[in-house]
């Protein structure tokens, strides 16, 4: 049976689109033409491969000035920020340029008698299930190295982000991607589990809050199904006393508000050693009051609604707690023009701690807490307990100290002197509840195939 998603735009409330769901007996046809289609795909020349995604990928910019307010409208990011071709393009680019050293077979060694060889080979079918805080990025995260090593592959996208997917497809198709090896599919949660709890797929890729991925696994118990998981976050910066504040204030905050807060990597708490503390407030509190908080297809506004009200009714909860137990906020919220629905203003609290939600479960939305530390202990020992562990932004100018400090944090990825930015050729990782696998670089394109030996004896 069919059921209708629709995606509420958070500018003003209305329905800005609508999709029919498939029903089971169609999405196992339309995943089996995938399943049908994959062994030709492999079987094509690698550089083939990498020419049509790469082709796909230009198709997709070159609907830019569609994409940019199509986003505003579905998920509320401001267009003077210009949508998310620049990274979706750097991805692709860079796992189409390594994918010949990271797909080559591992050589053990041959002589006389033997020849010895690991291969990777294609997992078969992958499902790709994209959010929609950066639906654009997050998807081609998966989807282009997914294709380029020999898989065909379903993508499945957030409602709220409801086209994205269905334009993806369109432009790769356009770009002459056979059909059937990259398609887009309208689910519902039940028919998604049913379908993965009955083995249609080889892998699959989820990027969502951890009860989705709970859900993930248990619809995968006993199937074998590989999956990789990217959950939540509750990202931590660390500014030392020997910081560049003025660059630890502008990259933390930005990391903290940009896409009204909703970045997988944003930065959610913050710990400043006690010499910098009050000028790191003061600094952090002039660059917040100069948002403008608005409607997103108005170039001047810098901070847009967030995806949906109900998105927004979590944080609001978030920092009404925080205050009710002694936390101060630095903002006044007064003026901006928050509406009591998607549109919130931003906030930073301090007198917070651990105590509090908003300091503990992730908030995705333009809050962060500060706190005050005096020593790198103390900061280690608060950066790690949380039940997340996506990032973490170092605030020094001492590499030796970041990298020591780095080792003793529990998290995915360590930055030094910047925040909230995924580069590729690094793996894209998290521990704890942030979730399993690892995507981009060349680890990405290890969980998109598995290994098969070769042991050839050449004389017997």
């Known amino acids: 049976m069919t059921k209708t998603l629709t995606c509420l735009s958070p500018i003003d409330g209305s329905v800005f689109a609508e999709r029919e769901t498939l029903d089971m007996d169609t999405a196992r046809a339309r995943i089996a033409r995938a399943r049908a289609a994959q062994s030709a795909w492999a079987a094509r020349p690698l550089q083939d491969r990498i020419d049509l995604v790469m082709a796909g990928v230009a198709a997709v910019g070159a609907m830019n000035d569609?994409?940019?307010?199509?986003?505003?409208?579905?998920?509320?990011?401001?267009?003077?920020?210009?949508?998310?071709?620049?990274?979706?393009?750097?991805?692709?680019r860079h796992m189409a340029g390594i994918a010949e050293a990271a797909l080559g077979d591992i050589h053990?060694?041959?002589?006389?008698?033997?020849k010895r060889y690991i291969r990777r080979i294609p997992h078969g079918v992958v499902f790709v299930v994209a959010p929609w805080n950066y639906p654009y990025m997050t998807a081609i995260n998966t989807v282009a190295p997914a294709l380029?090593?020999?898989?065909?592959?379903?993508?499945?996208?957030?409602?709220?982000?409801?086209?994205?997917?269905?334009?993806?497809?369109?432009?790769?198709?356009?770009?002459?991607?056979?059909?059937?090896?990259?398609?887009?599919?309208?689910?519902?949660?039940?028919?998604?589990?049913?379908?993965?709890?009955?083995?249609?797929?080889?892998?699959?890729?989820?990027?969502?809050?951890?009860?989705?991925?709970?859900?993930?696994?248990?619809?995968?118990?006993?199937?074998?199904?590989?999956?990789?998981?990217?959950?939540?976050?509750?990202?931590?910066?660390?500014v030392m006393e020997d910081a560049d504040l003025d660059a630890a204030v502008d990259t933390l905050i930005d990391g903290a508000m940009f896409n009204s807060g909703q970045c997988c990597c944003g930065i959610e708490r913050i710990y400043v050693h006690e010499n910098l503390f009050d000028a790191f407030l003061e600094k952090a509190k002039t660059v917040v009051e100069a948002y403008l908080l608005g409607n997103p297809l108005d170039p001047a506004t810098t901070l847009g609604p967030?995806?949906?009200?109900?998105?927004?009714?979590?944080?609001?909860?978030?920092?009404?707690?925080?205050?009710?137990?002694?936390?101060?906020?630095?903002?006044?919220?007064?003026?901006?023009?928050?509406?009591?629905?998607?549109?919130?203003?931003?906030?930073?609290?301090?007198?917070?701690?651990?105590?509090?939600?908003?300091?503990?479960?992730?908030?995705?939305?333009?809050?962060?807490?500060?706190?005050?530390?005096?020593s790198d202990a103390e900061a280690v020992a608060l950066m790690n307990d949380s039940a997340f562990g996506l990032t973490a932004s170092l605030w020094t100018r001492d590499l030796d100290r970041a990298i020591r400090v780095g080792d003793r944090i529990e998290t995915g990825t360590v930055f030094m002197n910047r925040a909230d930015y995924l580069d590729p050729g690094l793996c894209w990782t998290g521990c704890k509840n942030t979730g399993r696998g690892g995507g981009l670089s060349i680890i990405g394109y290890h969980n998109l195939t598995r290994p098969k030996s070769y042991h050839l004896k050449k004389v017997t």
Do not use: C
């Not at 994409?67 to 620049?86: C, D, K, N, Q, T």
């Not at 053990?108 to 033997?114: C, P, W, Y």
């Open 66 to 92: 569609d994409i940019v307010p199509e986003l505003a409208w579905m998920m509320g990011r401001p267009v003077r920020y210009g949508g998310e071709f620049g990274g979706f393009d750097e991805r692709a």
């Open 108 to 114: 053990v060694g041959e002589d006389a008698g033997f």
């Open 148 to 238: 380029i090593a020999g898989n065909t592959v379903v993508l499945k996208h957030a409602t709220q982000t409801l086209l994205v997917g269905e334009r993806m497809v369109r432009a790769f198709r356009e770009a002459g991607m056979p059909e059937d090896v990259f398609v887009n599919v309208f689910l519902d949660h039940d028919t998604t589990a049913d379908l993965i709890a009955e083995n249609a797929f080889d892998f699959v890729n989820f990027t969502g809050s951890v009860g989705g991925g709970r859900a993930m696994e248990r619809a995968a118990a006993g199937t074998f199904t590989s999956l990789g998981l990217e959950l939540g976050g509750k990202d931590p910066g660390y």
């Open 306 to 374: 967030m995806a949906h009200s109900r998105f927004a009714d979590v944080v609001r909860d978030q920092i009404a707690e925080a205050l009710s137990r002694g936390a101060t906020p630095v903002i006044d919220t007064g003026r901006f023009d928050d509406d009591g629905g998607a549109y919130l203003a931003p906030q930073i609290l301090i007198d917070v701690d651990h105590t509090m939600t908003v300091m503990r479960e992730e908030s995705f939305g333009p809050v962060v807490g500060v706190m005050k530390v005096s």
